[in-house]
């Protein structure tokens, strides 16, 4: 079973109780991977539930109860999600940059590395989230 066959599969039904699903490969990658595989699986519940006729999430609709079922789904599969929510107004200049250098993809990642250091950062409209991803 591939990656989009395994969400499809998970998605094509209510939200499992918390650890309830094993995969067992995650115990097996290289902590960059899991995040990333974690936010692809956070992307495709979006898409899947949330996105506009163009397969667009915009995230500034999402309510707490939409943010409740992405994280009920990868709760599912033993993770927790967090959206921290910085208005663009509230942040300066070294803010936004601290949060746009500090992203997974531009630090390095040690033996030290928590997979709750990780995040991912997007920017819409005048909000930037910030996504990341820990063990329950």
């Known amino acids: 079973m591939d990656i989009e066959e395994l969400f499809e ?3 094509s039904k209510p939200a499992e109780p918390p650890k309830s699903i ?4 995650v115990n097996e990658i290289e902590l960059k991977d ?6 692809q699986f956070f992307t495709e519940i979006s898409k ?4 506009n006729e163009n397969n667009t999430v915009d995230l500034e609709k999402l309510s707490e109860l939409d943010l409740k079922r992405i994280n009920n789904y990868i709760q599912s599969i033993g993770f927790t999600s967090t959206i921290d929510i910085f208005p663009t ?9 601290r949060l746009q250098n500090g992203k997974y993809n531009k630090i390095t990642i040690t033996h030290q590395t928590k997979l709750k250091d990780l995040y991912f950062t997007l920017k819409c409209k005048e909000t930037i989230y910030k996504i990341s991803f820990d063990y329950i």
């Open 9 to 11: 599969t998970i998605l």
């Open 22 to 25: 094993d995969l067992s490969f």
């Open 34 to 39: 899991l995040f990333e595989f974690l936010l």
């Open 48 to 51: 899947t539930f949330f996105s």
């Open 89 to 97: 107004s509230a942040l300066d200049i070294f803010d936004i940059a």
